[in-house]
């Protein structure tokens, strides 16, 4: 079933840079946990699901999709690695939609295979972010994953900014994926608000 995404894509490291922003607007975010304990996981991603819940916001857990399962959340993220060991049919079968990363051809005819709720592409520019083996995608790449993908949502990321959003959207992103521009901004709940007015006009 195709979903409409909401064209501003929030993703945070930690549930406590998350509660501030939701209130702000945001309804689509990402909690993206690494290296932390079982323990600390589940207790992050509950809180999530919880606080998303009460702003009227859509969860999407990055990679743990087991505890995503086990604690009723709804949507995840897996990276290619990732959906080597998921269980797409359990996934199926309790109703959890997922969203791909995807870098080059090859991983994008994978990812639609499984018939995602979207696939990423990215980093769409230079990131600071993660230090990648994959160089910026740019524009025209996004014009062609978008061609592809048909009716898949396409979620754009890395190095965007609201200033390169027109461009990105006019080249077939169907969302735009966010983490440095407002985890690093001296102000980051100004900084969404920035980009919840400039992705507006896109939803």
Known sequence: MTIRLDPFYLIVGD???MAPLLPLGVKLVQLRLKDLPEAALRDQIARARDLAAHHGAQLVVNDHWRIALDLGCDFVHLGQEDMD???????GRHGIRYGLSTHDEAELERALSHSPAYVALGPVYPTLLKK???G???LDRVRAWKARAGHTPLVGIGGLTPERLPAL???GADSAAVVTDIQQAADPAARCRDWIAATREHA
């Open 85 to 91: 060991s998921a269980d797409f049919a359990a996934l």
């Open 132 to 134: 990648m083996k994959w």
């Open 15 to 17: 549930v406590a840079r």
């Open 169 to 171: 959207f006019a080249a």
């Open 136 to 138: 910026p995608q740019g």
